[in-house]
């Protein structure tokens, strides 16, 4: 069987996730460099296989699948790794709120306060909304501070899960941030029991943001 085809360049928030989940699950996969510094995702080769033009895209025997949290829950059920990914319902959902809250609610927040505070990459470096993504960052670290204290050590609870792989790339990003962040005890601990798994090492806390 041809090895999973990963499009996207390794120092991308979202490219990450996926090598993350490969290394957990011991899946064997080729990876191409594209995105910002390397090839443009705007180039018609790349726009053929993913028409939103954003990393990553895996290509998994002749299918192409984009959106990092969606590859890394198939990724997760292909390989029945039920202990990662729950087949209870419940479970299920647990894990599924804390991935849509990853994507949703902190990269708005991070738009703020890591492209435009720490990049100062236009639009998102106006001031206003560099100070907006940072209280917004902050407050919801501390969201994932007293949850941790109150239903850790991991996201969904005793075990580690997918879920903590898109949170586990939101507090590394916490922690590279340069501002005057506040302290969060739940929240660093959980990063030090993240970084005792080889795979968060070698994909995220890695020295890049
Ligand atoms: N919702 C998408 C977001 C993907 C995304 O924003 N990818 C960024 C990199 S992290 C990208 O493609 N940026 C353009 C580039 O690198 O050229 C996902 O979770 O996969």
Redesign the pocket.
Known sequence: MAKLRILG?AN????RKVLWVCDELGIDYTREDW??GFR??SDAEFMRINPIG???AVIDDGQVL????TIVRYLASKHKADHLYPTDLLQRASVEQWMDWA?YETSISLRGAFLGGMLNEPPWNNPWFVEQGRRQIAKEVGQLDGHLAAAGPYVTGEAFTIADIPIGLVVNRWFCLNFEKPVYPAVAAYYERLSTRPAYMRHVRNGLP
């Open positions: 360049r991308s928030f979202n490219v995105g910002r443009p995702t954003l990393v990553p984009r959106e990092s949290n994507n």
